[in-house]
């Protein structure tokens, strides 16, 4: 082992395929990155202009006065509307009232709510 002789590896510098190839692949990496941000940046630019365009739009829909009539219909966009409590739902004879909300005819999309005996007793209100 002590007259085996050491030889120095020479590093051949002179193979460029490897270096090329390298090259040629992070050139392409890079090319592509590129493609990717400018396609990300032209969706967020154009993500920034719609959503301007809407807040514009919104803060124009809220400067007009509540009361102003719509420009196609006339329509108004707050209206007072009175509640009128019916006394057919309300009726002192039990029979009555029992028959208007149990009616078919009745439309349970109005709002009218009955609440139970208990309840209105507690708060000194009509049965329901």
Same mark, same amino acid.
């Given at each position: 082992? *002590?007259?085996?002789? +050491?030889? %120095?590896?020479?590093?051949?510098?002179?193979? !460029?395929?490897? /270096?090329? $190839?390298?090259?040629? &692949?992070?050139?392409?990496? $890079?090319?592509?990155?590129?493609?990717? @941000?400018?396609?990300?940046?032209?969706?967020? @630019? $154009?993500?920034?202009?719609? &959503? *301007?365009?809407?807040? !514009?739009?919104?803060?124009?829909?809220?400067?007009? #006065?509540?009361?102003?009539?719509?420009?196609?219909?006339?329509?108004?966009?707050?209206? @007072?509307? #009175?509640? %009128?409590?019916?006394?057919?739902?309300?009726?002192?004879?039990?029979?009555?009232?029992?028959?208007?909300?149990? @009616? #078919?005819?009745?439309?349970? /999309?109005?709002?009218?709510?009955? $609440?139970?005996? /208990? +309840?209105?007793?507690?708060?000194?209100?009509?049965?329901?």
């Amino acid at each position: 082992m *002590a007259l085996q002789e +050491y030889k %120095i590896v020479q590093q051949d510098d002179t193979n !460029h395929n490897i /270096e090329t $190839l390298m090259y040629l &692949n992070l050139r392409r990496q $890079l090319r592509y990155f590129k493609g990717v @941000s400018f396609a990300l940046d032209i969706f967020l @630019s $154009l993500s920034l202009l719609f &959503n *301007a365009l809407w807040v !514009h739009q919104t803060l124009q829909l809220m400067s007009i #006065p509540i009361l102003t009539p719509t420009k196609y219909t006339g329509l108004v966009r707050n209206i @007072s509307t #009175p509640f %009128i409590i019916d006394n057919l739902f309300t009726n002192e004879n039990r029979t009555i009232a029992d028959a208007a909300w149990s @009616s #078919p005819d009745l439309d349970s /999309e109005v709002g009218l709510v009955a $609440l139970t005996d /208990e +309840y209105a007793k507690s708060k000194g209100l009509l049965p329901a």
